[in-house]
């Protein structure tokens, strides 16, 4: 699937959310064309699929996607729009919500909980035996 294809998955999945939740995400949702790694990926196999902003000069409060993530990982199911992509970007759009909602309240348990999973992601590596 080409990006143009990924934004109508995403604006599908985007009009199933309440607009109560999408208050004062007003830099809205992006796509952007890359591939993202966590900076803390040691082999390339860590990636970010969406990130949450606040107050970026010009833009305020915005959410992007990474179509160029969602292919490296999905692979061949983005090619046919599959239920399975339409699941992650869903997945991953409501996390990113969760994000903006909670720092609109100033809650820190999702940063938390993205925290604990990249230790996870470390650990685990560790003891595979792969690099750190």
């Given amino acids: ?3 143009d294809g990924f934004h109508l998955i995403l604006d599908e999945v985007a009009e199933e959310i ?28 860590l990636f970010v699929m969406g990130e ?3 107050q970026i000069p010009g ?6 996607l990474y179509y160029g ?14 239920s399975r992509l339409r699941s992650e970007i869903r997945r991953t759009l409501i996390h990113e919500l969760r994000h903006h909602i909670e720092s609109l309240s100033g809650v820190k348990d999702l940063e938390r909980e993205d925290e604990r999973a990249i230790e996870a992601y470390h650990l685990k590596r560790f003891n595979d035996g792969g690099e750190v």
């Avoid at 939740?21 to 390339?44: F, S």
């Fill in 69 to 82: 993530s969602f292919e490296q990982v999905f692979g061949s199911h983005t090619s046919n729009g599959s």
């Fill in 18 to 45: 309440p607009e109560d939740l999408l208050q004062r995400l007003n830099g809205g949702i992006l796509v952007l064309p890359e591939i993202k790694y966590h900076p803390t990926a040691r082999a390339r196999d």
């Fill in 52 to 54: 949450y902003h606040v």
């Fill in 1 to 3: 699937m080409d990006i």
């Fill in 59 to 64: 833009l305020g409060r915005y959410i992007v």
